[in-house]
């Protein structure tokens, strides 16, 4: 029974909603489409709930890094302490971002902060590029003639210059390019669709964890 | 020279950061101004929403958070008011949890500037999880998948969604995306079954991406980052952040494309000159949060 | 102005600073800003699920429609949870079968029609429907597009040997490749610029008179911060080889 319950019900139930919502796309009779609006209010509750488990295992990461005192505990309690503070301003503001104190954090801190965090990349892909960006092979140099051309051509100055460039950028996109991420897409979406089938079938488990 | 082109190419990089720091400092507080080229993908979506009637449904789904600001942020405004000038209906959300806030703001700071009024004329309605889980659920039942509006009203009662019971009734929707669930998400779980007409509008990183799509017509224009937006604002005759920012994309483009070439040059004149990798601070931001992105949904930026 | 919005523009831009000193180096501005950031955004998920989940998919349907039926979601979501109680994590699985199976279902057939068959329906259509014109641009182009598709899948194709006419097709498919990737980095330096406009953007108005130039005061104090901390972090380290040269009394 307990097998049953850990790993034959687990398995089961991955195989009848996905063959079921499978086959329903081919038949979209309103019984299987109510079934279908009802499981999708579904997933978005069930999901909601996952979003708890990240947050969770952060708590625990820099919880335990407090309780050892390993070097920099104290930006973990930075971690906690903004975290609450925004909880608690959160509810006192009922959610709401107008004219409230979570709009306030919002704005001042979330905003500038994983702004500048992401812009920082800005100066280290210039240094990448000075360093590493090197036509060291055929490839290579195919590689970077097209980027050269992509950011001369996607640029006014670029098509003030050579008003050619746009253009040709343009056509690089919409030809080469697009048939390179065309080959890549069906490729991708063939390796996915065999990966769910494997999935439903029972035969890639990893998704249940652990060993059983 | 030799020994020149390999000092230059151990140059300590905070050197490249000071460079790049005044290529975006200079042109923004000079701006000259140079004209932008309307590309046809832009033009596209811009036709699209000349062509509906007043009173269309327009849903705008604000698939970002405030990493990709500076790219979609400008795009939403010119769309939002493209929207509102052309009294469509417009019905906006977000599928990014910490993209709410930004959402919300824009929505309401467009619509407070042409007069609109929530509920009547436009609606929020704010952020549900599950990525194309609610784009399925809102296909089925608009109402099921967003119960209420960011503000607590339900959605069945506000008179700008009369009419609306699913995706199938929405005339354009156009999602502003920063990964996944995105645009792909919109048109494999959305447009596919739902037969409305899609728009994207992406960050600078995907949109070479997406040009498959736009082929094949399952997109029906692409917006590609803060050029597009730039695009968009000179199509509606717009001064926004997007033009602003266009002499500085162009700086700093010629500097990397500058770098770029003395680096091989320099290693023409320098063959076999070793690059230590940590001269100056390291590769890259975040080693110690647990945390080295902010969106537990995002799949690329 | 709101003495909440030049407070605030005085955070945000003291926020910003913190976290372009990593350009310089690891410090403790950055890693201050860094936790803030994951703190903030942690909190603030925590608040839109609350309203956003609990109170609005759940609290509200449950009981202002009576629709008592989603307690067996929220039943499910609860088990997820159990994966931080070792004896009975194995109850996660039963939601994650519900996930994962919902999921995989729903992605197949949609899959097969979006990003399969329209995408060679995409590759072929032009080519069919040039039969009758003159060959131009359009058609020439229609012809590289199919021949980047199947140089690209050959290539990609791990299971036949790369050897005769399919090594030839696997090269082509290559350099079809590196021109997208090209411009995929391309775009990339567009974003990544993108993003410090719009951060020098935003430094730049919190500078003017309006804001009591909060970037240009914050910038030299973040400056003399980093600099304190360097000549402290300098004491130390001299300090301590001073130490260690010193035998013990």
């Not at chain 2, 590609?224 to 926004?240: C, D, N, S, V």
Request: proline fraction near 4%.
């Amino acid at each position: 029974m307990t097998l049953f319950l850990r790993r034959t019900l687990p398995l089961l139930l991955t195989f009848l909603f996905g063959v079921a919502f499978a086959v329903q796309y081919y038949i979209p009779h309103p019984v299987s489409e109510g079934a279908l609006t009802e499981i999708s209010i579904w997933l978005r509750i069930i999901l909601g709930f996952a979003m708890i488990l990240g947050i969770a295992s952060l708590c625990q990461v820099h919880y335990a890094k407090i309780r050892t005192r390993v070097a920099g505990w104290g930006y973990s309690l930075v971690v906690y302490f903004s975290m609450l503070i925004t909880v608690a301003v959160g509810l006192w503001a009922r959610g709401q971002e107008t004219g409230t104190g979570l709009g306030w954090i919002y704005t001042y801190t979330l905003l500038a902060l994983q702004g500048t965090m992401f812009s920082i990349l800005g100066f280290f892909v210039a240094s990448a590029a000075f360093r590493a960006f090197r036509a060291r092979s055929k490839e290579a140099t195919v590689l970077l003639v097209a980027a050269i051309l992509m950011m001369f051509g996607r640029v006014p100055l670029g098509e003030y210059l050579v008003p050619a460039a746009g253009p040709l950028a343009g056509w690089l996109l919409n030809v080469l390019n697009l048939a390179a991420r065309r080959g890549i897409i069906i490729g991708i979406s063939l390796g996915g669709i065999a990966t769910s089938i494997k999935i439903i079938f029972g035969i890639e488990r990893s998704y249940l964890g652990g060993r059983e | 020279m030799r020994e020149l082109a390999g000092k230059l190419l151990r140059l300590d990089r905070r050197a490249i950061f000071v460079l790049i720091a005044l290529a975006t400092l200079i042109p923004l507080l000079y701006p000259v101004g140079l004209p932008i080229r309307v590309s046809p993908e832009v033009r596209r979506v811009f036709d699209h929403i000349e062509s509906l009637p007043a009173g269309s449904v327009f849903l705008l789904s604000l698939d970002f958070d405030p990493a990709s600001k500076p790219e979609l942020y400008p795009m939403a405004v010119a769309l939002l008011n493209h929207a509102f000038r052309r009294d469509l209906r417009v019905v906006t959300m977000t599928l990014w949890v910490s993209g709410t806030g930004m959402a919300e703001k824009v929505v309401s700071g467009v619509a407070s500037e042409y007069g609109k009024r929530r509920g009547l004329d436009y609606a929020f309605l704010g952020y549900s999880p599950g990525g194309a889980n609610v784009i399925i659920n809102m296909g089925q039942d608009l109402n099921a998948a967003f119960p209420a509006d960011h503000y607590g009203e339900r959605t069945a009662d506000l008179p700008v969604l009369r009419g609306i019971r699913s995706l199938r009734q929405v005339n354009y929707v156009v999602s502003l995306a920063a990964g996944t669930p995105g645009v792909e998400s919109w048109y494999v779980y959305g447009k596919e079954k739902y037969g409305f007409e899609l728009g994207g509008g992406v960050t600078a990183v995907i949109a070479p991406g997406l040009y498959p799509f736009l082929d094949t017509g399952q997109i029906n224009g692409l917006i590609g980052g803060l050029r597009g937006a730039a695009e968009y604002e000179t199509l509606i005759g717009m001064k926004g952040k997007g033009m602003a920012g266009m002499d500085a994309q162009s700086a700093t483009h010629f500097i990397i494309i500058g770098l770029i070439l003395l680096c091989n040059l320099f290693y023409v004149v320098a063959p076999g000159t070793v690059v230590r990798s940590f001269d100056g601070p390291q590769d890259g931001p975040g080693p110690s949060t647990g945390l080295r992105t902010g969106s537990p949904q995002e799949g690329q930026r | 102005m709101a003495t909440s919005v030049l407070i605030g523009a005085w955070v945000a831009a003291g926020l910003t600073l913190f976290m372009f000193s990593f350009l310089y180096k690891d410090n403790p501005f950055f890693r201050f800003g860094e936790h803030l950031y994951v703190g903030v955004s942690m909190g603030y998920t925590i608040v839109r699920i609350h309203y956003d989940v609990m109170m609005k998919s759940l609290y509200g349907p449950v009981a202002q429609e009576g629709k008592w039926w989603l307690l067996v979601p929220a039943l499910l979501g609860l088990l997820v949870l159990t994966r931080f109680i070792p004896k009975v994590s194995w109850l996660s699985r039963i939601s994650f079968a519900v996930i994962v199976g919902f999921g995989s279902g729903v992605a197949i057939p949609r899959i097969i029609s979006s990003n399969i068959l329209q995408q060679v329906q995409g590759t072929l259509k032009p080519l069919l429907n040039a039969g009758s014109s003159r060959f131009g641009m359009a058609e020439l182009n229609a012809l590289l597009i199919l021949t980047g598709v199947l140089t690209v899948l050959v290539y990609f194709f791990f299971s036949i040997e790369h050897k005769g006419a399919i090594k030839i097709a696997a090269r082509i498919g290559v350099y079809f490749l590196m021109v997208y990737f090209g411009a995929a980095f391309g775009y990339t330096v567009m974003a990544r610029m993108s993003l410090v406009i719009g951060r020098f953007d935003d430094l730049i108005l919190f500078a003017s008179r309006d804001y009591a130039y909060a970037s240009v005061v914050l910038l030299i104090l973040v400056t003399l911060g980093l600099l304190l901390w360097e000549r402290g972090s300098t004491g130390l380290t001299t300090g301590g080889q001073r130490r260690t040269q010193t035998p013990p009394a």
